[in-house]
């Protein structure tokens, strides 16, 4: 019997693609170079499987890919699934969940931690020999504690969990979250307060937004979000850019209505250097890099292989996105 045709559009470790090897005739793009539109689409005539991060798996892409029957995801988001397209078509999709968790949270934490001592605006301050200069007094170079805080949590999945876990636990934090459902182990374990949206904007000092990129979500923070949160409060974005209205954003951070934001994420990535959000010295931005570290990506590429490989051949447990079991 011949082997599946699998499209492989992430640069593997060799681990992985032995393992896609072994049971999938590979299609590679390997450095970084990903096929254009047109490209692509004529790739997809026949193939059974697709391994990637980002294009968006839709009805027009589906047009032109007629014996695809599984989408493996780099990633533990899925925003990029037309999840009821596919459905309809049967295609599986599949993302990486567990593997990043940790290393998300921490990453959170560098954000939170960043943005409140100011860190990347100080360190360029030392670096231009501005350090002492022009009248500089103790309190130019303050900050805000985050130890004794509060934080609110929007969207308590595994990640929110693991951010909660560092807060409670790490500094002393006392934890707010809004979630669809409850979080029982959350409460327990971290002391965590079940609120609504608007309480958690009105008593966090950080703002953490970690709910999943959907068409209900889409656009949840804007002006009257940011209205409702403390002058002195921070907001963190590490899920998906179009959550937020990021012109609001640059608008109460140039105004000084919120204290600073760190983000992972924007609208469009890589983001446009001109975009205000850029130009603040109150934001602390980051280039998408939540899961970024060797071992976390080793992690999601092997489980990435290991659900492609399972899609096609029906040999093994997966990690099937929640919407398409
Ligand atoms: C993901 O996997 O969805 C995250 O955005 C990684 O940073």
Not at 278 to 307: E, F, K
Request: glycine share 8%.
């Amino acid at each position: 019997m011949s082997k599946p045709r699998a499209l492989i559009l992430k640069a593997m470790p060799e681990e992985a693609r032995r393992l896609i090897g072994e049971h999938c005739e590979m299609i590679e793009y390997r450095s970084g170079y990903l096929p254009g539109r047109e490209e692509l689409l004529a790739l997809l005539s026949d193939v059974e499987g697709i391994l990637q991060t980002d294009v968006r798996i839709d009805s027009e892409l589906l047009k032109h890919a007629p014996k695809l029957m599984a989408v493996s995801n780099q990633s533990v988001g899925y925003n990029n699934f037309d999840t009821s397209v596919m459905k309809e078509r049967g295609i599986i999709g599949t993302h990486t969940p567990y593997v990043l968790d940790d290393t998300v949270a921490d990453l959170i934490f560098a954000l939170i931690l960043s943005a409140a001592r100011r860190v990347p605006e100080l360190d360029l301050l030392v670096k231009q020999g501005k350090w002492g200069k022009d009248g500089a007094k103790a309190e130019h170079y303050f900050g805000m504690d985050v130890h004794h805080s509060t934080i609110g949590i929007i969207g308590m999945g595994r990640i929110g969990e693991a951010v909660a876990k560092r807060a409670a636990l790490g500094f002393d934090m006392k934890v707010l979250y809004s979630n669809r459902t409850r979080k029982p182990h959350a409460e327990e374990a971290y002391g965590a307060r079940y609120c609504d949206l608007e309480p958690l904007l009105q008593e966090s000092d950080y703002v953490v937004l970690m709910a999943p990129l959907t068409p209900e979500t889409k656009g949840m923070i804007r002006k009257e979000q940011f209205e409702l949160m403390k002058r002195t409060a921070i907001f963190i974005n590490a899920s998906r850019g179009p959550l937020v209205d990021e012109h609001d954003l640059a608008d109460v951070l140039a105004h000084g209505r919120i204290l600073a934001a760190g983000l992972d994420v924007y609208c469009e990535e890589p983001v446009d250097p001109r975009h205000p959000l850029l130009q603040l010295p109150n934001a602390v931005t980051l280039p998408h890099i939540g899961s970024a570290t060797a071992r976390t990506r080793y992690d999601m590429a092997m489980t990435a292989a290991n659900n492609l490989v399972g899609a096609l051949l029906g040999d093994r447990a997966i990690h099937v996105v929640p919407e398409l079991k």
